[in-house]
């Protein structure tokens, strides 16, 4: 059974008397443990799919199944529920308060669980850790770096455990390397089994997912497979350049 099973998919939005079709009905199976980048123009439907997988909007027609549980017909509330237990987000803008520490920022999303604040600080520690800022943790936004800001937003994403990470843009706000790292970091938490989906416009980008799913004019145009590159390797072979251009 594949984790996500989408079958045809549909978002109309309709703005005064003009009617605008997001999706057209987009069909389309993702298995767990894929990363897979989503790709397109503006206006081509990839972010409207993205807000429909991650329980943000509901369809017009068609089916989303997740895990196997239908999510179309749920109510806002339900689909909160299936936010907060199954799907992390990270978007482009890192959305973290900043007169906040690290560890709060990470804690956030646990506030209205039923875990104390000894737990929810505890977990928030481990999911920094993860993602490599178990320096950092006492450092607001403000005193951490743009790559350094994203991962505590990753962190945040990742501290329900949820099965899959949605990423919006996730490297639009950063430079180049920087953005390797978070590439990195996004096929590190893949091989550890998390199922990846980044949203993007960037070819370079795209190039480090298994899979590429390319949209237009609300529909799927391609699907295809590919041996990514490796975002370790390339910061690796960095990183022995500029020792050579320094001796």
């Known amino acids: 059974m594949p984790l996500i099973e989408v079958r045809g998919l549909k978002r109309i939005y309709r703005m005064g008397e003009e009617t605008v079709t997001a999706l057209?009905?987009?069909s389309?199976?993702?298995e767990e443990?894929?990363?897979v980048a989503v790709m397109g123009p503006s206006g081509s439907g990839k972010s409207t799919f993205m807000n429909l997988i991650g329980c943000l909007d509901k369809a017009n027609g068609g089916s989303y199944r997740l895990a196997g549980e239908e999510i179309s017909a749920m109510s806002p509330d339900q689909l909160a529920g299936?936010?907060?237990r199954r799907?992390?987000?990270v978007f482009q803008q890192f959305n973290l308060l900043e007169r906040t520490n690290a560890v709060g920022n990470?804690?956030?999303p646990m506030i209205y669980a039923s875990s104390d604040r000894a737990e929810r600080r505890r977990k928030a520690e481990a999911a920094l850790t993860r993602v490599g800022l178990g320096d950092r943790m006492g450092h607001t936004p403000l005193q951490l770096s743009g790559g350094q800001q994203q991962r505590v937003a990753i962190a945040r994403?990742?501290?329900?455990n949820p099965k899959i990470l949605l990423a919006d843009e996730p490297t639009g706000a950063l430079d180049s390397r920087t953005s390797l790292d978070i590439m990195a970091l996004f096929q590190q938490l893949n091989r550890e089994g998390m199922t990846v989906l980044v949203v993007?416009?960037?070819q370079d980008v795209a190039e480090f997912a298994r899979r590429v799913v390319r949209f237009r004019d609300g529909k799927v145009i391609s699907d295809k497979t590919q041996k990514p590159k490796d975002a370790v390797a390339i910061l690796a072979a960095l990183s022995r350049e500029q020792d050579g251009v320094a001796a």
């Open 24 to 26: 057209a009905g987009v």
């Open 28 to 30: 389309l199976d993702i």
């Open 33 to 35: 443990g894929e990363f």
């Open 82 to 84: 299936v936010r907060s």
């Open 87 to 89: 799907i992390g987000f």
């Open 106 to 108: 990470v804690a956030l």
């Open 157 to 160: 994403a990742l501290v329900n």
């Open 200 to 202: 993007t416009h960037e």
